[in-house]
Protein backbone atom coordinates (compact mmCIF):
# COMPACT_ATOMS: atom_id res chain seq x y z
CA UNK A 1 0.00 0.00 0.00
CA UNK A 2 0.93 4.08 -0.39
CA UNK A 3 2.71 5.25 2.76
CA UNK A 4 0.29 7.85 3.86
CA UNK A 5 2.68 10.63 5.07
CA UNK A 6 1.69 13.39 6.87
CA UNK A 7 2.02 16.92 5.11
CA UNK A 8 4.00 18.35 8.10
CA UNK A 9 6.59 16.13 7.78
CA UNK A 10 6.98 15.95 4.07
CA UNK A 11 7.89 19.75 4.34
CA UNK A 12 10.61 20.86 2.39
CA UNK A 13 12.33 24.46 2.52
CA UNK A 14 15.13 25.44 0.24
CA UNK A 15 18.61 26.62 1.73
CA UNK A 16 18.61 29.82 0.37
CA UNK A 17 16.57 32.39 0.95
CA UNK A 18 16.40 34.29 -2.49
CA UNK A 19 14.66 30.95 -3.51
CA UNK A 20 11.90 29.86 -3.29
CA UNK A 21 10.29 27.21 -0.75
CA UNK A 22 8.08 24.85 -1.49
CA UNK A 23 6.08 21.89 0.08
CA UNK A 24 5.87 18.55 -1.04
CA UNK A 25 1.68 18.06 -2.08
CA UNK A 26 1.91 15.43 -3.87
CA UNK A 27 3.93 11.73 -3.52
CA UNK A 28 3.45 8.33 -5.31
CA UNK A 29 6.90 6.16 -4.56
CA UNK A 30 4.53 2.60 -6.13
CA UNK A 31 5.75 0.54 -3.42
CA UNK A 32 2.26 -1.36 -3.54
CA UNK A 33 1.68 -4.31 -5.82
CA UNK A 34 -0.88 -1.75 -7.85
CA UNK A 35 -1.25 1.56 -8.35
CA UNK A 36 -3.65 3.21 -5.58
CA UNK A 37 -6.77 4.05 -5.79
CA UNK A 38 -6.69 6.72 -3.62
CA UNK A 39 -4.43 8.61 -6.17
CA UNK A 40 -4.99 7.55 -9.31
CA UNK A 41 -7.42 5.98 -11.87
CA UNK A 42 -7.90 4.86 -15.43
CA UNK A 43 -10.80 6.60 -17.91
CA UNK A 44 -14.03 5.41 -18.42
CA UNK A 45 -15.43 4.58 -21.53
CA UNK A 46 -17.90 7.43 -22.84
CA UNK A 47 -18.29 7.74 -26.27
CA UNK A 48 -15.83 7.08 -29.39
CA UNK A 49 -14.52 10.59 -29.15
CA UNK A 50 -14.06 10.62 -25.55
CA UNK A 51 -10.05 10.38 -26.08
CA UNK A 52 -9.72 6.63 -24.69
CA UNK A 53 -8.85 5.77 -28.04
CA UNK A 54 -5.88 7.56 -29.70
CA UNK A 55 -3.72 6.69 -32.78
CA UNK A 56 -4.21 2.96 -33.02
CA UNK A 57 -4.77 2.06 -29.82
CA UNK A 58 -7.55 1.59 -27.14
CA UNK A 59 -6.46 2.76 -23.95
CA UNK A 60 -7.87 0.40 -20.82
CA UNK A 61 -10.97 2.12 -19.25
CA UNK A 62 -12.77 1.34 -16.25
CA UNK A 63 -15.56 -0.77 -17.40
CA UNK A 64 -13.03 -4.04 -18.21
CA UNK A 65 -9.77 -3.32 -16.80
CA UNK A 66 -7.84 -2.60 -13.25
CA UNK A 67 -5.30 -0.48 -12.12
CA UNK A 68 -1.90 -1.00 -12.94
CA UNK A 69 0.02 -2.84 -11.32
CA UNK A 70 3.22 -1.69 -9.28
CA UNK A 71 6.46 -3.80 -9.21
CA UNK A 72 9.66 -3.08 -7.83
CA UNK A 73 8.66 0.62 -6.50
CA UNK A 74 7.34 1.35 -10.73
CA UNK A 75 4.24 1.89 -11.90
CA UNK A 76 4.30 -0.54 -14.62
CA UNK A 77 2.52 1.33 -18.00
CA UNK A 78 2.14 -0.81 -20.50
CA UNK A 79 1.15 -0.99 -24.04
CA UNK A 80 0.10 -4.73 -26.00
CA UNK A 81 -0.27 -5.57 -28.98
CA UNK A 82 -3.08 -8.11 -28.67
CA UNK A 83 -6.44 -6.47 -27.32
CA UNK A 84 -8.66 -8.53 -25.76
CA UNK A 85 -11.63 -5.81 -26.43
CA UNK A 86 -11.14 -5.63 -30.28
CA UNK A 87 -8.73 -5.41 -32.75
CA UNK A 88 -6.20 -2.67 -31.95
CA UNK A 89 -3.26 -1.91 -29.42
CA UNK A 90 -4.39 -2.10 -26.06
CA UNK A 91 -2.58 1.09 -23.96
CA UNK A 92 -2.57 2.65 -20.24
CA UNK A 93 -3.48 5.80 -19.19
CA UNK A 94 -2.93 6.48 -16.16
CA UNK A 95 -4.31 9.83 -14.55
CA UNK A 96 -4.03 11.49 -11.07
CA UNK A 97 -7.36 11.67 -9.00
CA UNK A 98 -6.54 15.13 -8.40
CA UNK A 99 -6.36 18.53 -10.50
CA UNK A 100 -2.71 20.64 -10.57
CA UNK A 101 -3.65 24.73 -10.57
CA UNK A 102 0.33 26.85 -10.87
CA UNK A 103 -0.50 29.16 -7.74
CA UNK A 104 2.51 30.89 -7.21
CA UNK A 105 4.27 28.03 -8.75
CA UNK A 106 4.36 23.84 -9.19
CA UNK A 107 7.28 21.58 -10.15
CA UNK A 108 6.64 18.24 -11.35
CA UNK A 109 9.70 15.61 -11.00
CA UNK A 110 9.20 12.18 -12.06
CA UNK A 111 11.88 9.24 -12.55
CA UNK A 112 11.32 7.09 -15.78
CA UNK A 113 12.40 4.57 -18.05
CA UNK A 114 11.01 2.81 -21.15
CA UNK A 115 11.43 -0.70 -20.64
CA UNK A 116 12.63 -3.94 -23.01
CA UNK A 117 12.20 -4.62 -25.84
CA UNK A 118 11.95 -0.64 -27.05
CA UNK A 119 10.88 -1.60 -30.93
CA UNK A 120 10.16 1.50 -32.98
CA UNK A 121 6.53 2.64 -33.15
CA UNK A 122 6.11 3.40 -29.49
CA UNK A 123 5.08 6.47 -27.51
CA UNK A 124 5.59 6.51 -23.32
CA UNK A 125 3.55 10.09 -21.96
CA UNK A 126 4.48 11.68 -19.17
CA UNK A 127 2.53 15.00 -18.97
CA UNK A 128 -0.14 17.91 -17.53
CA UNK A 129 -3.66 17.49 -19.82
CA UNK A 130 -6.94 18.51 -19.17
CA UNK A 131 -9.46 20.26 -21.53
CA UNK A 132 -10.60 24.27 -21.51
CA UNK A 133 -13.48 26.19 -20.43
CA UNK A 134 -15.94 22.57 -21.58
CA UNK A 135 -15.01 23.20 -25.59
CA UNK A 136 -12.60 21.01 -27.83
CA UNK A 137 -9.40 23.46 -26.83
CA UNK A 138 -7.00 22.07 -24.22
CA UNK A 139 -4.08 23.00 -21.74
CA UNK A 140 -0.72 19.96 -21.97
CA UNK A 141 2.59 20.39 -21.01
CA UNK A 142 4.93 17.01 -21.69
CA UNK A 143 7.42 14.99 -21.91
CA UNK A 144 6.98 12.20 -25.08
CA UNK A 145 10.17 9.07 -25.22
CA UNK A 146 9.48 7.72 -28.41
CA UNK A 147 11.10 4.36 -29.76
CA UNK A 148 11.57 5.64 -32.84
CA UNK A 149 14.06 7.89 -30.95
CA UNK A 150 15.98 6.19 -28.31
CA UNK A 151 18.36 8.77 -27.60
CA UNK A 152 16.42 12.19 -27.41
CA UNK A 153 12.97 12.77 -26.15
CA UNK A 154 10.20 15.68 -27.19
CA UNK A 155 8.79 18.18 -25.22
CA UNK A 156 5.48 19.44 -26.19
CA UNK A 157 3.11 22.61 -25.40
CA UNK A 158 -0.52 23.98 -25.70
CA UNK A 159 -1.84 26.71 -24.38
CA UNK A 160 -6.04 26.80 -24.92
CA UNK A 161 -5.68 25.39 -27.92
CA UNK A 162 -6.99 22.46 -30.17
CA UNK A 163 -5.58 18.70 -30.41
CA UNK A 164 -3.02 18.51 -32.90
CA UNK A 165 1.04 18.95 -33.61
CA UNK A 166 1.25 21.49 -30.86
CA UNK A 167 4.18 22.94 -30.24
CA UNK A 168 7.29 20.01 -29.97
CA UNK A 169 10.96 20.08 -29.73
CA UNK A 170 13.32 17.28 -29.44
CA UNK A 171 16.41 17.59 -27.28
CA UNK A 172 19.13 14.50 -27.28
CA UNK A 173 19.60 12.91 -23.71
CA UNK A 174 22.87 11.53 -21.76
CA UNK A 175 22.40 7.80 -22.57
CA UNK A 176 18.93 6.54 -23.80
CA UNK A 177 14.92 6.23 -22.92
CA UNK A 178 15.80 3.22 -21.58
CA UNK A 179 17.63 4.13 -18.82
CA UNK A 180 16.31 6.10 -15.54
CA UNK A 181 16.59 9.80 -15.99
CA UNK A 182 14.76 12.38 -13.90
CA UNK A 183 12.16 14.63 -15.50
CA UNK A 184 10.98 17.84 -14.32
CA UNK A 185 8.24 20.39 -15.43
CA UNK A 186 8.41 23.88 -13.91
CA UNK A 187 5.25 25.34 -13.96
CA UNK A 188 5.17 29.16 -12.80
CA UNK A 189 3.11 32.01 -13.44
CA UNK A 190 3.99 32.95 -17.15
CA UNK A 191 6.80 30.32 -17.39
CA UNK A 192 7.00 26.64 -18.36
CA UNK A 193 10.28 25.27 -17.91
CA UNK A 194 11.37 21.95 -18.60
CA UNK A 195 14.61 20.04 -17.11
CA UNK A 196 16.25 16.25 -17.09
CA UNK A 197 18.66 15.19 -14.95
CA UNK A 198 19.29 18.90 -13.37
CA UNK A 199 19.88 20.50 -17.21
CA UNK A 200 17.81 23.00 -18.36
CA UNK A 201 16.36 21.88 -21.97
CA UNK A 202 13.68 24.64 -22.61
CA UNK A 203 11.84 27.78 -21.40
CA UNK A 204 8.24 28.53 -22.93
CA UNK A 205 7.01 32.19 -21.77
CA UNK A 206 4.62 32.49 -24.59
CA UNK A 207 2.44 29.45 -24.57
CA UNK A 208 1.47 28.83 -20.67
CA UNK A 209 -1.65 27.05 -19.57
CA UNK A 210 -3.36 28.26 -16.61
CA UNK A 211 -4.94 24.98 -15.54
CA UNK A 212 -6.38 23.19 -13.85
CA UNK A 213 -4.67 20.16 -15.11
CA UNK A 214 -4.67 16.19 -14.01
CA UNK A 215 -1.17 14.40 -14.61
CA UNK A 216 -0.71 11.60 -17.01
CA UNK A 217 1.25 8.67 -17.65
CA UNK A 218 0.69 6.65 -20.78
CA UNK A 219 1.76 4.01 -23.15
CA UNK A 220 0.70 4.04 -26.74
CA UNK A 221 1.18 3.40 -30.54
CA UNK A 222 0.38 6.33 -32.63
CA UNK A 223 -0.78 6.16 -36.07
CA UNK A 224 0.42 7.27 -39.93
CA UNK A 225 -0.41 11.02 -39.32
CA UNK A 226 2.44 11.34 -36.65
CA UNK A 227 5.31 10.42 -38.98
CA UNK A 228 8.14 10.69 -35.83
CA UNK A 229 6.36 8.14 -33.61
CA UNK A 230 4.79 5.59 -36.22
CA UNK A 231 6.58 2.47 -37.33
CA UNK A 232 4.58 0.17 -39.97
CA UNK A 233 6.43 -2.92 -38.34
CA UNK A 234 4.60 -2.36 -35.53
CA UNK A 235 1.17 -3.76 -35.87
CA UNK A 236 -1.40 -5.31 -33.70
CA UNK A 237 -2.00 -8.78 -33.63
CA UNK A 238 -5.50 -11.28 -33.18
CA UNK A 239 -3.90 -13.34 -30.98
CA UNK A 240 -2.99 -13.56 -26.92
CA UNK A 241 -0.70 -16.08 -27.89
CA UNK A 242 1.14 -13.54 -30.22
CA UNK A 243 0.63 -10.66 -27.62
CA UNK A 244 4.11 -8.02 -27.60
CA UNK A 245 3.95 -6.00 -24.17
CA UNK A 246 6.10 -2.53 -24.12
CA UNK A 247 6.09 -0.53 -20.87
CA UNK A 248 6.78 2.72 -19.40
CA UNK A 249 8.14 2.35 -16.28
CA UNK A 250 8.16 5.07 -13.49
CA UNK A 251 9.98 5.45 -9.96
CA UNK A 252 8.48 7.98 -8.41
CA UNK A 253 6.35 11.24 -8.89
CA UNK A 254 6.49 13.93 -7.07
CA UNK A 255 4.91 17.71 -7.31
CA UNK A 256 5.88 20.36 -5.10
CA UNK A 257 4.24 23.60 -4.26
CA UNK A 258 5.98 27.22 -4.52
CA UNK A 259 4.91 29.03 -1.22
CA UNK A 260 6.12 32.25 -2.63
CA UNK A 261 6.46 32.88 -6.46
CA UNK A 262 9.52 31.87 -8.04
CA UNK A 263 11.84 35.33 -8.05
CA UNK A 264 10.23 37.09 -4.88
CA UNK A 265 13.12 37.71 -2.13
CA UNK A 266 12.04 36.64 1.54
CA UNK A 267 14.56 38.32 4.35
CA UNK A 268 15.17 35.88 7.18
CA UNK A 269 17.56 37.62 9.43
CA UNK A 270 16.27 41.44 8.95
CA UNK A 271 15.73 41.86 13.03
CA UNK A 272 13.52 45.31 12.36
CA UNK A 273 11.55 43.18 10.71
CA UNK A 274 7.80 42.64 12.20
CA UNK A 275 7.36 39.00 13.65
CA UNK A 276 4.46 36.89 14.71
CA UNK A 277 4.13 33.94 17.47
CA UNK A 278 3.53 31.28 17.73
CA UNK A 279 4.93 29.22 14.36
CA UNK A 280 3.82 26.57 14.33
CA UNK A 281 0.47 27.40 15.61
CA UNK A 282 -2.37 26.13 16.70
CA UNK A 283 -5.59 28.56 16.63
CA UNK A 284 -4.14 31.53 17.22
CA UNK A 285 -1.17 34.29 16.29
CA UNK A 286 -0.01 37.55 17.94
CA UNK A 287 1.58 40.40 16.03
CA UNK A 288 4.23 42.24 17.51
CA UNK A 289 3.62 45.30 15.71
CA UNK A 290 0.10 46.65 16.86
CA UNK A 291 -0.18 47.96 13.14
CA UNK A 292 -0.36 45.04 11.34
CA UNK A 293 -2.95 45.49 8.69
CA UNK A 294 -3.89 43.81 5.28
CA UNK A 295 -3.10 40.27 6.34
CA UNK A 296 -3.63 37.19 3.56
CA UNK A 297 -2.97 33.59 4.29
CA UNK A 298 -2.74 31.60 0.99
CA UNK A 299 -2.56 27.35 1.08
CA UNK A 300 0.44 25.61 -0.89
CA UNK A 301 -1.76 25.60 -4.50
CA UNK A 302 -2.07 29.75 -3.87
CA UNK A 303 -5.98 29.59 -3.17
CA UNK A 304 -6.52 32.46 -0.66
CA UNK A 305 -7.93 31.04 2.53
CA UNK A 306 -7.82 34.11 5.05
CA UNK A 307 -8.34 37.77 4.54
CA UNK A 308 -8.18 39.68 7.42
CA UNK A 309 -7.96 43.99 6.79
CA UNK A 310 -7.33 44.83 10.45
CA UNK A 311 -6.29 42.12 13.21
CA UNK A 312 -7.63 42.62 16.48
CA UNK A 313 -5.80 43.06 19.31
CA UNK A 314 -2.36 42.44 17.59
CA UNK A 315 -4.23 38.72 17.44
CA UNK A 316 -5.65 36.83 14.21
CA UNK A 317 -7.98 33.60 14.63
CA UNK A 318 -6.66 30.57 12.69
CA UNK A 319 -9.35 28.42 14.01
CA UNK A 320 -11.03 27.65 10.34
CA UNK A 321 -8.15 26.68 8.99
CA UNK A 322 -6.85 23.19 8.68
CA UNK A 323 -3.77 21.88 9.62
CA UNK A 324 -1.04 22.81 6.65
CA UNK A 325 1.71 24.99 5.52
CA UNK A 326 0.43 28.67 4.47
CA UNK A 327 2.17 31.68 2.82
CA UNK A 328 1.19 34.47 5.24
CA UNK A 329 1.23 38.12 3.60
CA UNK A 330 0.92 41.40 5.93
CA UNK A 331 1.46 45.00 5.71
CA UNK A 332 3.31 46.84 8.53
CA UNK A 333 4.86 50.11 8.35
CA UNK A 334 4.04 50.71 5.07
CA UNK A 335 5.77 47.38 3.59
CA UNK A 336 4.77 44.04 2.74
CA UNK A 337 6.34 41.16 4.73
CA UNK A 338 5.79 37.32 3.76
CA UNK A 339 6.11 34.19 5.82
CA UNK A 340 5.64 30.55 5.85
CA UNK A 341 3.20 29.63 8.85
CA UNK A 342 2.49 26.00 9.91
CA UNK A 343 -0.62 25.17 11.53
CA UNK A 344 -0.97 22.10 13.55
Request: charged share 15%; proline share 6%; aromatic share 12%.
Amino acid sequence: MIRIVPILLIVIFTAASSEAQTVTIFNDDFDGTEVSSTLWHIPTWVSPTDGTYVGRTQFRCTQNASLPKAENGNAVINLETFNPTGFSFYGTDLISNRTFSPGNGLVFTFNAKIGAPADGGVVGGIFLYDLTGGGSNHDEADFELLTNRPSQFQTNIYSNEPLGAGHPQFESLTGAITDYHTYVIKWLPGKIIWTVDGGLVRTELSLVPSGPMHFHLNMWAPAADWAEAYDSNLQPVGTAASNQIYTLFVENVKVDSMLIADGVRVSEDNHNAVSFYPNPAHDIIYFTDPMVSNVTIYSTTGELVLNRKNPDNRSLQLSELKKGLYTMKFFSKGKESHSKLIIF
